[in-house]
């Protein structure tokens, strides 16, 4: 069955430190790749997507992400977070031949002001 | 309202008990989708409707678990003979075309204890 794996479950970083958070997908077929963000006491909400076409992709807030299809990854990265970063980070995939989201456990990510 | 709205927003109810949860979606989406999700965990898919029809219900966990979508809007989640491994944030999220994620809004999720 198709999954996604989320290396880290919490993370802590200081303001302006550089963010990667890993994500490995499982392949079943068509791609695609998703980073959801829930910010504390706020729904879930799409940060980015990837379908096709250039694998690096931009979201909102200012966070990209990376599909390595040799890797079978796609990470989340942001160059300075900020304290407003702090949230829970889920990475998603579209199960193939249906229509459900399958997320990864989730990664807590605090930032000390 | 413009997002999708859950009620209640918290419930507690005690072993072996019978609930409901509601999820309005946004207006005029035809797709709606039902998410658990556990302590630790991300959110589990438990089935998707498209108008009043369960289009898939293949990850509801057992028969003690049963949602509707009467006129293809408000659909309520039921829960017969509740279990404390039933404890939960259950997620709604709707969409205006199915499989489509990048338009599936979810809603503030009902978080539901069985004591």
């Known amino acids: 069955a198709q999954s996604v794996s989320q290396h880290n479950h919490h993370v802590i970083l200081s303001e302006a430190a550089s963010l990667e958070l890993g994500c490995n997908y499982s392949?079943?077929?068509?791609?695609?790749l998703f980073w959801y963000v829930q910010y504390p006491g706020q729904h879930l909400q799409l940060l980015l997507k990837?379908?096709?076409?250039?694998?690096l992709v931009k979201g909102i807030k200012g966070f990209e992400a990376e599909f390595i299809k040799s890797k079978f990854s796609f990470n989340l990265r942001k160059p300075s977070v900020q304290w407003s970063d702090t949230a829970e980070y889920f990475c998603?995939?579209?199960?193939?031949?249906?229509?459900?989201?399958?997320f990864g456990k989730g990664t807590r990510l605090h930032i000390l002001p | 309202g413009a997002g999708v709205s859950q009620t209640p927003s918290n419930k507690v109810t005690e072993k072996g008990k019978y609930v409901e949860l509601r999820c309005d979606p946004i207006?005029?989406?035809?797709?709606l989708y039902w998410y658990r999700q556990s302590l630790g965990q991300g959110p589990e898919f438990l089935i998707y409707?498209?108008?009043?029809?369960?289009?898939?219900d293949s990850g509801l966990p057992n028969d003690r678990f049963f949602a509707v979508r009467p006129e293809g809007s408000v659909s309520t989640l039921k829960i017969q003979r509740t279990e404390r491994g039933d404890s939960a944030v259950y997620l709604c999220?709707?969409?205006?075309?199915?499989?489509?994620?990048?338009?599936?809004?979810f809603g503030p999720g009902t978080r539901l204890t069985v004591l």
């Open positions: 392949y079943g077929g068509t791609v695609n």
């Open positions: 999220a709707s969409s205006l075309i199915r499989a489509d994620p990048d338009t599936q809004y």
């Open positions: 207006s005029g989406h035809t797709a």
């Open positions: 409707f498209q108008g009043t029809g369960a289009a898939d």
């Open positions: 990837y379908f096709s076409g250039d694998p």
């Open positions: 998603a995939t579209l199960a193939d031949r249906d229509d459900k989201i399958i």
